[in-house]
């Protein structure tokens, strides 16, 4: 009798591909490769049918378990784009957390320190370098990422597989699992969590194709590489001064940006993007929107936050979306009397406007990208709110003059990169 497997089914223009093996009474699944995957549905439960399948050659993935649906794909495949590249930007494990085509969070795996640890509430799990990352990336924008897409550009281990476990999400694409990671995934959501395995090593054609109402675009792939020292050499303010945490943030910044919907703006501090401005009509609606997620973050490490007094065993969607209340200006959905608590031990005091702006005046060092020229200064003015010390965009508005102004009157180094990043 075959017990504790799970089986992948992959429509191949009319065949199921899978075999099935004994090992010590314990039955394993190995997936050939395919050329197609037969999907539930598209985009949504109407459009049907929907597969994703290649041209020539066979699939460079593996669904080793679930069954990821037509969005789940599609954020898998660019969040793979993303962690790969920044592996080899920056040499270090790197990990994103993808919503709906753009990214919540991504970062790479730079040691947590103890507050950025009781921010992410893993003070009680041992940590990878791998882990690091992507805790980084799923604590940046918590509310965000809550039942993301998971990417990872390293072998997944089983310090990220536990993590991975604890939070809500939809599934994970890595180049390989271990044996004590994968046991742990594949028993997340009753067995149904979706886990793929990605060749590294594939390399797409360089002619892209998408259909649009039936009419087919074809453009090259955007192949840029965007870790260079060339990348920062147009340095156009009075302050000149780039470190290289500075070039590597900005790097971080201009990568994530690559692959999140246009247009788009990005914060970064200490290997991590701390918050991302995506699918705006507007720049400074994106600037604006990224900065109030910055702020966000940065918030969540004010001492009030960090000592709120919890009731034992919150769940942690309630304690992350009252934690954002708690900061915001309708303070007391969460602090009127008979609603406190359902989630304090003893009402918490008010976080007043005027300690949050003291504290957000205290955040420094940020660097912040954006995938196409700033056209007036009213960015730089928003992104300085935010401690914004560094930037790098592209150049090229009628404006530049007044948007330089702006960076010297605050004293931020600006960078032009000359280079154009949309995504759609």
Not at 75 to 85: P, R
Not at 327 to 348: C, M, N, R, Y
Not at 389 to 415: F, L, N, P
């Amino acid at each position: 009798m075959l017990q504790d497997y799970s089986v992948c089914y992959i429509g191949v223009q009319g065949y199921v591909f899978f075999r099935i093996f004994a090992e010590n009474k314990h039955f394993k699944q190995q997936m050939l490769m395919a050329k197609e995957l037969e999907l539930k549905y598209g985009c949504n439960p109407n459009q049907k049918p929907a597969r994703i399948y290649m041209k020539e050659g066979e699939l460079p993935l593996e669904v080793l378990n679930g069954r990821p649906g037509y969005i789940n794909f599609l954020d898998a495949l660019n969040g793979w784009q993303l962690v790969k590249e920044l592996k080899e930007a920056t040499g270090m494990p790197a990990a994103t957390s993808f919503k709906h085509v753009s990214p919540a969070g991504a970062a790479i795996g730079l040691e947590l320190d103890e507050t950025m640890k009781q921010i992410y509430f893993v003070g009680d799990l041992p940590l990878s370098p791998l882990a690091n990352a992507y805790v980084r990336a799923r604590g940046a924008d918590r509310m965000s990422s809550y039942g993301d897409f998971i990417a990872l550009s390293d072998v997944c281990d089983e310090e990220t597989a536990r993590f991975i476990n604890r939070e809500v999400s939809d599934g994970v694409i890595a180049p390989g699992y271990t044996e004590e990671a994968l046991a742990i995934l594949k028993a997340k959501r009753k067995g149904t969590y979706n886990v793929i395995q990605i060749d590294p090593e594939y390399r797409p054609a360089p002619i892209e194709h998408k259909d649009v109402f039936g009419i087919t675009f074809e453009q090259g792939r955007n192949e840029i590489k965007l870790n260079g020292e060339e990348l920062f050499a147009n340095i156009p303010t009075q302050n000149k001064n780039l470190p290289d945490a500075a070039k590597r943030d900005l790097m971080i910044a201009l990568i994530t940006l690559k692959y999140t919907q246009s247009n788009s703006v990005c914060y970064v501090k200490d290997g991590q993007a701390i918050g991302i401005g995506a699918g705006q009509q507007s720049r400074i609606h994106c600037t604006r929107l990224a900065g109030n997620k910055a702020d966000i973050w940065y918030l969540r490490q004010h001492p009030k936050v960090l000592n709120l007094p919890w009731v034992e065993k919150i769940r942690r969607a309630d304690r992350d979306n009252t934690i954002d209340v708690y900061i915001s200006d309708d303070h007391d959905d969460v602090l009127a009397d008979g609603v406190w608590q359902q989630f304090f031990t003893e009402k918490p005091e008010v976080l007043t406007r005027e300690e949050k702006r003291a504290w957000l005046d205290t955040l420094k060092g940020v660097s912040l990208g954006s995938d196409a020229f700033f056209p007036f200064g009213d960015n730089i003015e928003r992104a300085h709110k935010s401690g914004v010390e560094y930037i790098a965009q592209a150049g090229g508005s009628v404006r530049d003059d007044h948007v330089i102004e702006t960076c010297d009157k605050y004293g931020i180094t600006m960078a032009f990169t000359g280079i154009r990043l949309f995504h759609h």
